[in-house]
């Protein structure tokens, strides 16, 4: 067997970079078409901040990481740390960039202050944790994402999480199927995205 789940480690920083862009959704890669500022919203943080809470796919022949699972142990908590250690970050690198758009703003805005419904507040305390799960295409379909599924759920276990849920974009198909697979049920949707959740008992 040539491929492990390692804990994530702050040098598997590039690798991450270029695997969540290669997998991103084709819509948000249009918005945000720069690979270092696409990661900034969706995995930077957790190679930075929450590595202890994060896995990788790692090719022990090609000495490579091909997937993660990024975690977080309280979504409350850890938007808010977002808002406060990242979103200075990404204004800037769009400045830089020159990316003005009314649909880049909008989306962005939306990214790092998500709604503070009483429906969101609600099921968050219901499935506290959230993940994101991304794998090379290459690597896809032999079951590398049930494993990383099955590690976090453990590790969420340990640290007593309740539940767990993930976003996902509505035309991801696969991704959906693959979700409902793993006993995830849709808890919430919003403009954007599919809310898949699942409760956790010890």
């Known amino acids: 067997m ?27 890669k249009k918005t945000f078409p720069n690979p270092y500022l696409f990661s900034l919203f ?25 997937g993660y699972i990024l975690s977080t142990l309280n979504t409350e908590i850890q938007e808010e ?51 994101h799960i991304d794998i090379l295409p290459d690597y896809q379909r032999q079951g590398f994402g049930h494993r990383l599924m099955n590690t976090l759920e453990s590790h969420f276990k340990e640290k007593c999480v309740t539940g767990y849920h993930l976003e996902v974009s509505s035309n991801n198909k696969l991704g959906i199927s693959f979700y409902r697979k793993y006993g995830l ?12 959740g699942k409760k956790l008992t010890k």
């Not at 969706?42 to 091909?66: A, H, I, Q, S």
Request: proline share 3%.
């Open 81 to 131: 740390d977002f808002k406060e250690k990242m979103a200075p970050i990404i204004k800037q690198k769009m400045k830089e960039l020159h990316i003005r758009s009314l649909r880049s703003r909008l989306v962005a805005l939306f990214v790092m202050n998500k709604p503070k419904t009483k429906k969101r507040k609600r099921f968050l305390n219901e499935y506290p944790g959230h993940l």
């Open 42 to 66: 969706w995995c930077l943080y957790y190679v930075r901040y929450e590595t202890n809470n994060c896995f990788v796919v790692f090719d022990l022949k090609t000495k490579k990481v091909v």
């Open 2 to 28: 040539t491929i492990v789940i390692q804990k994530l480690e702050r040098k598997n920083e590039d690798a991450l970079i270029d695997i969540c862009f290669i997998t991103g959704d084709k819509f948000l």
């Open 185 to 196: 049920e849709l808890i919430s949707k919003n403009r954007f995205s599919l809310i898949f």
